[in-house]
């Protein structure tokens, strides 16, 4: 039985709240639609609503913390909203994250995916209505069991009008890195269906999407590889571009990278995570390649196209990291002229081999070493940028705010030029002559 979501003749809000990667990104977006289907209206994450799904991320212990600061927050202001708290922390600390007073039902990875039908279950209970599909029915706060991962599916049909559309191709990761829970927090490596992706792709440029994005958590793992994927996604016509999420160097190498630059949709970005530059420290985290690989990716990419993006992730204090190691991570943002450089202190992090490790680093040295790196990530993105002046860059137009038309080139580069001219160029290619530095990317006008 659909349980109808109009209360006193208006609809239920719902709203959510996403941590972390893109692919819980696309799985909010997914959980979205479904909710929009089935009557919520969809409102902002600080906005009041009659439910809050909580798509958390677990990676550090700052994003739990995050996760239980909003919990509060939004059931604080909204008491007798419903509250589900779902994903990867729940997967990893569910005893901890039940414990949180105000989290009303606790869904793990596994059955995220389910937060409309409780949803529908808790409406139902609460105003003597009934959901006999549902196996939520019987309570409000609750812990749901796992049923298995799966990659979440493309049933949904792409709204119109988004400029970016995400699709996740995998999820899952089988490396285990010796500093990373998300293998024991998103399970084995599962892989979509060619077919489905294709599907999935065709709807969103049918429906005006100038870039799909393919993300997963490690989406290099894809069964046979991403090249069958970005080979049939390149065919689709249309003039819309494809983006990687991000590119894991454990499992690509600079031959494997070449064969994917011959593809003409593809842009000239990568997201390679370094973590460290330091070949021993590397090692130890088992990261399966060294500095020298990694450089080979880069070298490969760059003389393809010496702007070619690329941006990454570096760990800093790391157990045993010594300055000289440290000194090497530094090294090499400079050698890779990153575009961006995400930089984080190490977090020590339940189940994995890196907690137990001797030689954990203070907070205060990962502090200091942390705004380093974010130091020489900052000159090195500056130096990348000043090198774009003068060239002419095909940017893809995302929003018009405060007189700036802004989006983003090829590259992944922010790129500014000036509205008011008239023209309504929202989700348009348009060939921009940069002219310089401009906040976090470049400005420049239309050619």
């Known amino acids: 039985m659909m349980y109808n979501n109009a209360m006193d003749g208006k609809k239920r809000r719902a709203a959510f709240y996403t941590l972390g990667c893109r692919t819980n990104q696309y799985e909010s977006a997914k ?8 009557g919520y209206e969809i409102v902002a994450e600080d906005e009041a609503a009659d439910v809050y799904v909580v798509n958390t991320c677990t990676v550090t212990s700052l994003a739990d913390r995050k996760s239980r600061q909003y919990i509060r927050r939004m059931k604080r202001q909204n008491p007798d909203a419903f509250m589900i708290v779902a994903g990867c922390y729940p997967q990893i600390s569910r005893k901890e994250v039940e414990a949180i007073e105000e989290a009303d039902l606790v869904l793990g990875t596994f059955d995220k995916m389910t937060a409309l039908e409780a949803a529908q279950a808790h409406f139902a209970a609460d105003s ?8 939520y ?35 899952g990761c089988d490396r285990f890195c010796a500093y990373c829970v998300i293998p024991y927090a998103r399970g084995p490596v599962k892989s979509k269906p060619l077919g489905e992706i294709v599907r999935e792709a065709e709807a969103l440029v049918e429906n005006g999407c100038r870039e799909i994005v393919l993300t997963g958590i490690n989406t290099a793992r894809y069964d046979g590889g991403v090249e069958p994927v970005l080979a049939e996604l ?46 021993r420290v590397l090692s130890a985290m088992d990261r399966r390649y060294s500095p020298a690989e990694y450089m080979d990716i880069v070298r490969t990419v760059r003389d393809f196209d010496p702007l070619f993006g690329l941006t990454t992730d570096i760990i800093a204090g790391f157990p045993g990291e010594t300055e000289e190691d440290f000194s090497e991570s530094l090294r090499l943002i400079g050698e890779c002229s990153f575009l961006h450089v995400h930089a984080f202190p190490y977090s020590r992090r339940p189940l994995t081999k890196a907690a137990s490790m001797a030689g954990q680093i203070a907070p205060s040295v990962k502090k200091e070493r942390t705004k380093r790196l974010i130091e020489a990530g900052e000159a090195a993105s500056e130096a990348f940028r000043r090198r774009m002046t003068g060239t002419v860059q095909r940017v893809l137009i995302e929003e ?26 929202i989700n348009m290619f348009v060939n921009v002559r940069v002219s310089g530095l401009f906040a976090d990317g470049v400005t420049g006008r239309k050619e």
């Open 31 to 38: 959980l979205a639609e479904e909710f929009a289907r089935a």
């Open 128 to 135: 003597g209505g009934s959901c006999a599909s549902s196996p």
């Open 137 to 171: 029915a019987g309570g409000s706060r609750a812990s749901a069991a796992d049923a298995g991962g799966s990659c979440a599916s493309a049933a949904v049909a792409a709204p119109s009008g988004r400029t970016r559309g995400l699709i996740q191709i995998q999820t």
């Open 234 to 279: 390149n065919a689709i016509p249309g003039d819309f571009r494809i983006r990687f999420g991000s590119l894991e160097p454990t499992v690509v190498d600079a031959a494997y990278v070449e064969r994917l630059l011959r593809y003409d949709k593809l842009c000239r970005h990568f997201h390679l995570s370094l973590q460290s530059g330091s070949a």
């Open 400 to 425: 018009e705010k405060d007189g700036w038309y802004t989006g983003h080139a090829s590259d992944y580069c922010n790129v500014y030029l000036p509205s008011g001219g008239g023209d309504d160029i």
